[in-house]
C-alpha cells in the first residue's frame, strides 16, 4: 500500500512468502476464503463475499447479482 512508502521491508517480505506459498488469486486459496470469512462477519447484512481482481469485474458481479 502506498501509506507504507514503496518496498517496505514488512511488504516485500509478506508478497515473497505469499510467492513461495504459491499462492494464486481468485482461485479459492485458504488464505481467500479466511478473508470472505472475516470480511462477511463484519458486515451483519453481508451472507457472502465476493472477491475480484478489477474494479470492472467488481462491477460485473454486482450487476449479476443485482438481477438476481
Known amino acids: 500500500p502506498h501509506i507504507l512508502g514503496y518496498q517496505h521491508p514488512i511488504v516485500t517480505q509478506a508478497l515473497k512468502a505469499a510467492a513461495e506459498r504459491g499462492l494464486v488469486n481468485a482461485i479459492g486459496s485458504d488464505v481467500e476464503l479466511a478473508f ?4 462477511v ?7 457472502k463475499a465476493i472477491l475480484s481482481n478489477s474494479g470492472t469485474e467488481s ?5 449479476r447479482i443485482s438481477r438476481g
Open 59 to 63: 462491477v460485473l458481479m454486482a450487476m
Open 41 to 47: 462477519s463484519a458486515f451483519p447484512y453481508a451472507d
Open 36 to 39: 470472505a470469512k472475516k470480511l
